[in-house]
């Protein structure tokens, strides 16, 4: 008899039956709680984004532009780049899985540092391909290491830059480097969904290295510094080559007509970028006194999210957080169960942060 899936997707851990807020709420019998679990924007969605929905509301039942043409030309403009190099997906998740459909083949291998995202490696294995993870060293990803995991099978290389869940970013004269050294036949794809928060200077940035690597794709999302996770709308860029053979996979009405829309006027949504980064600096400095003052480890991050070292371990912190109605993300299934990852919320919610940790140690 056939078995009814494969390896990979027995060996992935089932993905937890999590409840909305407003249902966890009405179990625990609390109001008002706070989520600082996913990094998303404490201001809400852009709010040119939002008019911009609202007006292509009545346009639904039309299927979308299937080529995104007047968002890419937009990001186009933004990234100096024409709209053959640049690809829109539902979210940058989407982007992910497509680039492992379009380039990876049986028997080929794919190398990521870890801790890192959990969706490469969902993704990898879903399709039935094999993965290697690299550690970390001292919660950043060591080139070296990643270097060390590539065989002559590795087909693509997953670097999340500034990763999540640490924070950290790479320079770009270390990623340049690796970058020089690497086999000229693998797809890099440099997932780039926090680059808009990175404050050092050095860090790298994909849009000057991908005429360095001809393989290199980089992945940005609207998710986080624009405000609107629940839209679904992310983007890459590449050469035209790598671009031509992903629309050849893409579907055709992947990103939709509502998402265009939002995301090409958070583009000139200026007033909320600035007051974005200028919530997430301000609560960071807060947070990271905060925790000082605690006698609490935390890893200093370039985004907009952050790990602590909790004494009672990351669940248990979690779970009694949860019942004050402050939800923050265990750090079990990223191999990290000391810490708990929070983002910066709105003044008002670091405040009750600190406060409610404070109580519960
Ligand atoms: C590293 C990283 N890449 C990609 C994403 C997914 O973004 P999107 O909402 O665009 O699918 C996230 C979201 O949490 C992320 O942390």
Request: proline share 7%; charged share 25%; net charge negative.
């Given at each position: 008899?056939?078995?009814?899936?494969?390896?990979?997707?027995?060996?992935?851990?089932?993905?937890?039956?999590?409840?909305?807020?407003?249902?966890?709420?009405r179990e625990l019998g609390i109001r008002n709680s706070i989520k600082l679990a996913s990094n998303e924007n404490p201001l809400g969605p852009s709010p040119m984004a939002v008019r911009a929905i609202m007006e292509k509301v009545h346009g639904l039942h039309r299927y979308p532009d299937?080529?995104?043409?007047?968002?890419?030309?937009?990001?186009?403009?933004?990234?100096?780049?024409?709209?053959?190099?640049?690809?829109?997906?539902?979210?940058?998740?989407?982007?992910?899985?497509?680039?492992?459909?379009?380039?990876?083949?049986?028997?080929?291998?794919v190398v990521q540092a870890f801790p890192t995202f959990l969706v490469y490696e969902k993704v990898v294995k879903g399709a039935g391909g094999l993965i290697s993870s690299a550690p970390l060293s001292d919660f950043r990803i060591d080139l070296d290491a990643v270097f060390e995991k590539i065989t002559p099978k590795t087909k693509i290389l997953f670097i999340n830059n500034p990763n999540n869940p640490t924070g950290s970013a790479l320079k770009r004269d270390q990623l340049l480097g690796f970058l020089k050294k690497i086999p000229n036949d693998i797809v890099v794809v440099l997932d780039e969904a926090y680059i808009e928060f990175v404050t050092d200077e050095g860090v790298a940035n994909g849009l000057d290295l991908f005429k360095e690597y001809p393989l290199l794709f980089v992945l940005r999302t609207f998710s986080k510094l624009y405000g609107l996770a629940g839209l679904r709308i992310g983007y890459g860029f590449a050469s035209e080559r790598l671009i031509d053979y992903m629309n050849r996979v893409r579907q055709p009405f992947n990103a939709n007509l509502l998402a265009q829309a939002g995301a090409i006027a958070a583009l000139d949504d200026k007033e909320f970028v600035a007051r974005t980064l200028q919530v997430v600096q301000e609560g960071l400095r807060y947070l990271y006194r905060g925790l000082g003052e605690m006698g609490l480890n935390y890893i200093p991050t370039q985004t907009n999210f952050f790990l602590i070292k909790v004494p009672s371990g990351g669940k248990e912190i979690y779970n009694r957080m949860l019942k004050e109605g402050v939800i923050v993300r265990s750090m079990d299934s990223y191999g990290l169960p000391e810490y708990i990852r929070i983002n910066v919320g709105l003044p008002e919610e670091n405040e009750r942060f600190i406060r409610t940790l404070k109580k519960i140690l």
């Open positions: 008899m056939k078995s009814l899936t494969h390896k990979g997707v027995e060996e992935l851990i089932p993905y937890p039956p999590g409840k909305p807020i407003e249902e966890l709420e299937g080529s995104g043409y007047y968002l890419k030309t937009r990001l186009g403009k933004e990234l100096g780049l024409p709209i053959e190099q640049i690809i829109l997906g539902n979210g940058s998740n989407e982007l992910i899985e497509l680039v492992i459909r379009t380039f990876l083949s049986a028997e080929e291998h």
